[in-house]
């Protein structure tokens, strides 16, 4: 199996909860190594431009709203088969068809209220890595 890179985010709704420790304890239980991490607080652009690939949904606009309404944790993990990983560790976009044990089941409102974010597929992952880190930030651990 490869190793791969994915985009994560904590969104507003989670910070808010207080649960940062909680969602990346469970990256680390998953294996996924953190390589880069910081706090932003998006503005419009910077969440359009994100989010480019769902412009023009009925969801977009108050996706960017929500995604705005506060800081989020964005970060790059790393780690065999990442991307499906992550996904798998987060659950289901919706909360209320979340397996049990998931980020979002745990923690998430709603569709657009689900806690975190993570890259979809390879190529998401190279644009949304690259959308918020210069590759000087992406740490390497070749040492351990
Ligand atoms: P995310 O994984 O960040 O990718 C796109 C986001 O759009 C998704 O999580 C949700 O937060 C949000 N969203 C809001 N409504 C929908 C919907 N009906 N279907 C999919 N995503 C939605």
Request: glycine share 8%; with cysteine; charged share 30%.
């Amino acid at each position: 199996m490869a190793v791969e890179r994915t985009l994560g985010v904590i969104k507003p709704d989670a910070l808010e909860k207080g649960v940062i420790g909680e969602i990346l304890k469970r990256a680390e239980d998953a294996n996924l190594k953190m390589i880069a991490c910081k706090m932003a607080k998006l503005d419009k652009k910077r969440a359009e431009g994100f989010y480019a690939v769902h412009k023009g949904k009925s969801f977009f606009d108050s996706l960017v709203t929500f995604m705005t309404s506060g800081p989020v944790l964005i970060f790059t993990l790393e780690g065999e088969n990442a991307i499906k990983t992550w996904r798998g560790v987060m659950g289901a976009t919706n909360p209320e068809e979340a397996a049990d044990g998931t980020i979002r089941k745990d923690f998430g409102t709603n569709v657009e209220r689900n806690a975190v974010h993570g890259s979809d597929a390879p190529e998401t992952a190279k644009f949304e890595v690259s959308y918020f880190f210069e590759n000087h930030e992406l740490v390497s651990y070749e040492w351990m």
